[in-house]
């Protein structure tokens, strides 16, 4: 190696360098440099072949999932109706204001503007920014208010241009027209619960839900859940990161819930509440061609709307805590002693199994006692009835010891063979959940559910519809439907047509008397009570422009003692015996039956008869001509009232 | 190869200069970035959600960057060396400034607002600094280094570098290394030295990963093996961006059809992950293109690297050379999950002017380099 002088550019003699040698050194190093970079683009290159063209397929489909959503959507719940057309339950749009957090610039500016947009109260944006931290992803709106009028939409549309991230939603959510008046019959729609969702999950019926929020709770909202969910459809949208919809691939319509049409109508209805006049209690009225049920009141009622969004609990522990119960359908789940309305039944027992005719008469002189007791078990008249009660003037006059003689001669068992097919103590199968069986007792049922012998005296209290006895008006008025049409049983339901298409009214097994003349003479005792000189019912109905056979009925709530006499005076007002009556007509023809109970109003005859008169009015007189009168002759004496 | 050289030497006298030389252009660089920029603008026109705005300020920049790049062009090269110090210094001062008094931005401190001048970040100017201050070390001292030499050369690396790491940006703290440490590798460096610095390096990597490293770049390096498992959050760019490149597929949807980077899902799509747009929309064979142009650029570049005829000219031009590389490998490597995700542009094609303007520098130099040479050989 030799030292050669070196010049830079501008000729200065700096120093002396191996010139060759470094030379060497860096073009080895360039050709390293290169080699590593050449190798390092190959990897790259590498990288990008593997992704793009190995992988293509697989990273194709995991954009397109990026960007394609199939978006449910919701059918219209089908709309239920009145006899009549007029809507009782609806589907309508509610708009619902949303805010996108991460739309939002300043979302105190935004809320305070809102705040004097819409009147928002405090406690509303509260509840909001607790919302807000409760979100489980990013983009997901969080409803401010809903229920929004026109006008405030207009307001939030003229002001939307400073408020990015406010967004107004529209939801179909169910509407309750009528509010309290069907509330029972019609139940109510609610959000779905995490219960619900696993039911449905076990039922493979999920899909059936996607993009539905609600499901029915109660009422025909819940047993006709399936015709009136419709089934939703479906559409794949592209969107953006953001969950924007950019445009719709394709798309396939819901199909919109059934309409169901109903046999109540709103007419009927209002008049049997009028006539409860704000009185607990409930009325029934069957149609016994069809087995419709026409009025279907339970009193006190709830607006139904209340639990469609969501019930605040507040609202919620009030409806639940009330001692009236609102939320209870009285109709199928209050099961009341049937008193004296189950007379009717206990004396067609007699008389079909042999132990009293027509004629059969006995002396009553105000009690009864069984053989070798003390205890007397009184007539609810001080001093009785007298002698010369046949089975005619016993129904007329609600004789008790008539019937107290007659059940200990029957024995409970047969009683309750007899009643059995009447549908007491077993569910009718009518439309709707939650019905209860009330109490048939028998000597079995007392053995199952107390373990306890039957005493004769559990008889005799069998005879009048006290002790154990409980039924539902519903299945007071079914039963009622029955004797009407001698036999025939038709299923009581409420609803008469889905889509439309009238449902075929269903039959049970019909009851066969022996001796068909029997049920003409309980009949006729029925008719004595509402328009007969005797009847216990006869001020009520001795007008009316049709005939009827009814029934009062008197059910004790609290015992008496022995030598105690049912004082109004001395009671609570919640210890007072209800008031029941069961009635159908015309006679000759029978229509509709009904059945109506007043809790606490102390008798059948003055509390619950003159319900049940407005309801047969309200039903007969729009659809029948003036009667060709068959009306007993007249009746001007008024019969004496049961107490 | 040596006599070659030989008769290149300045005593075969006076060369004519054609007129390239004397406006100190290189022609076949000049061409190839203006392409590149010009591909560059194509993607971003698509990739920016402002499509024309964002556009013509980066065609602005370029535009500046040329001019930039030219007038660099004529600053000889003993000028520089004279320079670089000063450079050096003034950059390291302004990183203790930035250390001091610097904002806070997105819980790094990396700004800098000097009265009078827009807001900067010191740590882009030692990118050129750094360079610029080893070869003009190296010129003056025998090569390869010597002991001392290196141990100054690594002091003069490590400062400003870990200033910038401490930050924190790492990322600009490796990239600003990378440009210090391939001045080392060119200048002839033993492989003693080398192997030593390798083997540092990798026993250091625990101590780095425990003591050094904040969590979220811990968290960007465990992204790179399993991205799936933060999906939303960290694994979120990485996945996307790969699912960009991958449904590209050969041909690619076409520009401005891309649904990952149109759609939103792919995040920085204009500016560090604008290759996987690149990707998406003009496919594999507009990979290749953009990979080729780059490849004839750092060519060029080392050629002229290879031709310079003074130690300062070789070491600053490979240097500069071997880091638009290593910009170019980081960035696409990142962007593929080669990489863990560090915030480096796409150099010529990602927008932003400072990244523009700083590259455009490093190639002036580079075309002064060449034109100071006594022949052309194209």
Excluded at chain 1, 82 to 111: N, W
Excluded at chain 2, 256 to 281: C, N, R
Excluded at chain 2, 364 to 377: F, N, P, V, Y
Aim: proline residues 5%; glycine residues 10%.
């Amino acid at each position: 190696m030799e030292f050669r002088p070196y010049n830079n550019a501008q000729g200065q003699n700096i120093f002396f360098k191996d010139q060759d040698s470094e030379r060497r050194l860096f073009t080895g190093r360039i050709l390293i440099g290169t080699a590593i970079i050449g190798l390092l683009f190959l990897l790259l290159l590498g990288r990008y072949y593997n992704l793009q063209i190995i992988q293509h397929d697989h990273f194709t489909t995991q954009a397109d999932a990026n960007r394609i959503h199939t978006m449910a959507i919701a059918p219209a719940r089908g709309v239920i109706q009145d006899r009549e057309g007029t809507v009782l339950a609806q589907s309508k749009p509610s708009f619902t204001l949303e805010i996108i957090k991460e739309r939002v610039h300043d979302i105190d500016y935004t809320l305070r503007e809102l705040q004097s947009i819409l009147d928002l109260d405090d406690s509303e944006i509260t509840r909001f920014r607790e919302r807000l931290k409760r979100r489980e992803r990013p983009y997901e709106g969080v409803p401010l208010r809903d229920n929004l009028d026109d006008e405030q939409i207009a307001r939030i549309a003229v002001n939307r241009y400073r408020l990015p991230g406010v967004e107004i939603i529209a939801e179909l959510v169910r509407d309750y027209p009528m509010k309290e008046l069907f509330a029972h019959s019609i139940g109510y729609v609610g959000r779905i619960n995490e219960k619900e969702l696993n039911q449905l999950a076990v039922d493979d019926k999920l899909k059936n839900y996607s993009g539905v929020f609600s499901i029915g709770k109660t009422g025909i909202e819940r047993y006709y859940e399936e015709e009136l969910l419709g089934i939703p459809g479906a559409q794949n949208v592209e969107t953006d990161v953001h969950g924007r919809i950019l445009r719709t691939l394709d798309r396939k319509d819901p199909v919109r819930g059934k309409t169901l049409t109903l046999f109540l109508d709103v007419k009927m209805q209002q008049a049997a509440v009028d006539a409860l006049a704000g009185r607990r209690g409930a009325v029934v009225a069957i149609d016994l061609d069809s087995g419709g049920v026409v009025t279907a009141v339970s009193n006190p009622s709830f607006d139904p709307n209340l639990f469609v969004t969501g019930i605040n609990s507040h609202d919620y522990g009030a409806l639940r805590d009330s001692p009236d119960t609102p939320l209870m359908n009285r109709m199928i789940q209050g099961t009341y002693p049937p008193g004296s309305t189950i007379k009717p039944l206990v004396a067609l027992a007699g008389l079909e199994n042999g132990f009293i005719t027509p004629d059969y008469q006995i002396f009553d002189p105000g009690y009864f006692q069984l053989p070798g007791q003390e205890h007397k078990y009184r007539d609810w008249k001080k001093g009785g009835h007298g002698g010369g009660i046949d089975v005619h003037l016993a129904i007329a006059q609600s004789c008790d010891v008539f019937f107290y003689q007659l059940a200990t001669r029957m024995g409970i068992d047969r009683i309750h063979d007899f009643l059995d097919p009447f549908n007491l103590g077993r569910t009718t199968g009518v439309d709707l959940t939650g019905e209860k069986s009330g109490v048939l007792p028998s000597r079995l049922w007392k053995q199952k559910t107390f373990k306890q012998m039957w005493y004769p005296g559990d008889t005799v209290n069998a005879g009048i519809g006290q002790g154990y006895h409980l039924a539902t008006p519903l299945q007071l008025a079914t039963a009622t439907g029955i004797l009407a049409k001698r036999g025939i049983r038709i299923r009581p339901h409420l609803v008469k047509a889905i889509d439309g298409k009238e449902l075929l009214p269903e039959f049970d097994t019909p009851i066969i008397l022996n001796n068909p003349k029997n049920w003409d003479v309980v009949i006729s005792g029925m008719h004595e009570v509402a328009q007969g000189e005797r009847g216990t019912a006869n001020k009520v109905f001795k007008d009316a422009p049709y005939t009827v056979a009814g029934k009062t009925g008197t059910a004790q709530v609290v015992g008496i003692a022995q030598n105690e006499k049912y004082d109004v005076s001395k009671l609570t007002d919640r210890q007072r015996d209800h008031g029941l009556f069961i009635a159908f007509a015309p006679v000759e023809s029978p229509k509709v039956a009904v059945a109506v109970l007043v809790e606490n109003g102390n008798s059948g005859s003055g509390a619950a008869a003159p319900v049940a008169r407005k309801v047969l009015d309200a039903y007969l007189l729009n659809r029948m001509p003036p009667p060709a009168a068959t009306l007993p002759e007249s009746a001007t004496t008024p019969g004496e009232a049961e107490e | 190869m040596a006599s070659d050289f030989i008769r290149q030497l300045p005593s075969s006298g006076k060369i004519p200069r054609s007129i390239w030389q004397k406006l100190h252009i290189d022609p076949p660089l000049f061409l190839l970035l203006l392409l590149t920029c010009g591909y560059g603008l194509f993607v971003l026109y698509s990739a920016a959600s402002d499509h024309r705005i964002s556009m013509e300020k980066q065609a602005s920049f370029m535009g500046l960057g040329f001019m930039v790049m030219l007038m660099v062009a004529h600053v000889s090269q003993s000028t520089w060396r004279l320079i670089a110090p000063f450079f050096y210094t003034t950059g390291f001062i302004l990183l203790l400034g930035v250390a001091f008094f610097g904002e806070i931005s997105l819980g790094a401190r990396r700004w800098l607002s000097i009265p009078g001048l827009p807001r900067f970040q010191p740590s882009e100017m030692m990118k050129i600094g750094l360079p610029l201050m080893l070869a003009s070390y190296f010129h003056s001292r025998s090569v390869p280094p010597r002991f001392k030499h290196v141990i100054c050369a690594l002091l003069l690396i490590a400062l400003p570098v870990g200033l910038i790491v401490k930050q924190p940006d790492l990322g600009t703290g490796m990239l600003v290394m990378a440009s210090g440490v391939v001045v080392l590798f060119m200048s002839g460096l033993g492989w003693g030295y080398i192997l030593t610095a390798l083997a540092t390096a990798s026993a250091m990597a625990p101590v780095m990963w425990f003591f050094v490293m904040h969590d979220y770049q811990r968290m960007r390096v465990l992204m790179l093996f399993d991205p799936e498992s933060d999906k939303l959050g960290a694994g979120w760019n990485i996945i996307q961006s790969q699912t960009a490149i991958g449904s590209g597929g050969w041909q690619g949807k076409g520009w401005q059809m891309g649904t990952q980077s149109q759609l939103d899902f792919l995040p920085e799509s204009h500016t560090d992950f604008i290759i996987a747009v690149l990707s998406e929309e003009l496919g594999f064979r507009g990979v290749i293109l953009l990979l080729t142009l780059y490849l004839l650029i750092i060519a060029r570049c080392l050629w002229i690297s290879w031709r310079a005829q003074e130690t300062f000219g070789r070491l600053l031009g490979s240097a500069i050379s071997l880091t638009f590389f290593v910009y170019i490998f980081v960035n696409m490597g990142m962007v593929s999950g080669l990489l863990p995700v560090v915030g480096v542009p796409l150099p010529l094609v990602s927008q932003g002017g400072t990244a523009i303007i700083i590259l455009m520098i490093g190639f002036g130099m580079l075309m002064g380099i060449s034109t100071e040479q006594k022949r052309s050989l194209f």
